[in-house]
């Protein structure tokens, strides 16, 4: 892992160059860190190389504020890809990622060759929602939430096969920093690109997770119905199908970014 100094964080990543022409930007969802792609790597490095981060307050990335935006987040990875003099990139981002990809397309077109959004809505939740998130982690920690996170993030199913991996992410849950995660609670909360869609010309493929009460389906199509250039697939997946079916995720992305 390698560290950057960034207007206003230490950003962790890790650029991963396999000696492919395109490069492969992940953005996490909320509570994780860049470690959630891991088995994703292993079909995509024969076709991009890799750049994973941790968004702020997230792994092993700094963060100062109380409360950040998705203009924030979405900044930061401009400059991260400034830092490392990549002009243009292919992105992938899931829940918060997939927010971050909605406004880095609508904002920065001409930095992204095509995005990637799964699991993610033009407006996930509503404030009042997050505003008792909030208010639950900071009295009681994020290890009170572990339960609902994992049923929210993983399909029954998943649960009962994968009980370590389950853990595994729930563990990287429950150490981040509260200050990061709340932060970017706020960020999540305030953000809505339903009437902006119509502005994000990047050609964009939806992953959909079948099984996912979060960002369901239906939050899905919305998006493809209201953005210029977009496909939709699904995945009988809960919240994190990256996790849930790794090949089948790469897959989708590979014959997105080649055709």
Same mark, same amino acid.
């Given at each position: 892992?390698?560290?950057?100094?960034?207007?206003?964080?230490?950003?962790?990543?890790?650029?991963?160059?396999?000696?492919?022409?395109?490069?492969?930007?992940?953005?996490?969802?909320?509570?994780?860190?860049?470690?959630?792609?891991?088995?994703?790597?292993?079909?995509?490095?024969?076709?991009?190389?890799?750049?994973?981060?941790?968004?702020?307050?997230?792994?092993?990335?700094?963060?100062?504020?109380?409360?950040?935006?998705?203009?924030?987040?979405?900044?930061?990875?401009?400059?991260?890809?400034?830092?490392?003099?990549?002009?243009?990139?292919?992105?992938?981002?899931?829940?918060?990622?997939?927010?971050?990809?909605?406004?880095?397309?609508?904002?920065?077109?001409?930095?992204?060759?095509?995005? *990637?959004?799964?699991?993610?809505? &033009?407006? $996930?939740?509503? !404030?009042?929602?997050?505003? =008792?998130?909030? #208010?639950?982690?900071?009295?009681?920690?994020?290890?009170?939430?572990?339960?609902?996170?994992?049923?929210?993030?993983?399909?029954?199913?998943?649960?009962?096969?994968?009980?370590?991996?389950?853990?595994?992410?729930?563990?990287?849950?429950?150490?981040?920093?509260?200050?990061?995660?709340?932060?970017?609670?706020?960020?999540?909360?305030?953000?809505?690109?339903?009437?902006?869609?119509?502005?994000?010309? *990047?050609?964009?493929?939806?992953? &959909?997770? $079948?099984?996912? !009460?979060?960002?369901?389906? =239906?939050?899905? #199509?919305?998006?493809?119905?209201?953005?210029?250039?977009?496909?939709?697939?699904?995945?009988?997946?809960?919240?994190?199908?990256?996790?849930?079916?790794?090949?089948?995720?790469?897959?989708?992305?590979?014959?997105?970014?080649?055709?």
């Amino acid at each position: 892992m390698l560290k950057v100094q960034l207007t206003n964080f230490i950003c962790n990543y890790n650029l991963e160059n396999f000696g492919h022409e395109k490069t492969l930007i992940f953005s996490n969802s909320l509570g994780t860190n860049l470690s959630m792609w891991e088995d994703n790597i292993d079909v995509l490095s024969h076709h991009f190389n890799i750049l994973r981060y941790d968004k702020r307050g997230h792994g092993e990335s700094t963060i100062h504020q109380d409360k950040v935006s998705i203009a924030e987040l979405g900044n930061d990875v401009i400059e991260l890809l400034n830092y490392l003099k990549l002009d243009t990139v292919y992105f992938c981002g899931v829940s918060i990622g997939g927010l971050i990809g909605q406004w880095l397309g609508i904002n920065y077109s001409s930095r992204f060759e095509k995005i *990637v959004i799964s699991n993610t809505a &033009a407006k $996930i939740g509503n !404030e009042e929602g997050w505003a =008792a998130r909030v #208010k639950q982690v900071t009295e009681n920690g994020l290890g009170s939430i572990l339960i609902p996170t994992a049923e929210r993030w993983f399909s029954p199913d998943y649960r009962a096969k994968n009980p370590d991996k389950v853990q595994e992410i729930l563990h990287h849950f429950k150490v981040n920093s509260l200050q990061g995660y709340t932060a970017c609670c706020y960020a999540v909360a305030a953000a809505d690109f339903r009437e902006q869609l119509y502005n994000l010309e *990047v050609p964009l493929l939806i992953i &959909a997770g $079948i099984q996912d !009460e979060v960002t369901t389906l =239906a939050d899905g #199509k919305f998006i493809q119905k209201h953005t210029p250039i977009a496909n939709l697939v699904t995945l009988d997946a809960a919240h994190l199908s990256n996790v849930e079916y790794p090949a089948e995720f790469a897959k989708h992305i590979i014959h997105f970014t080649e055709h």
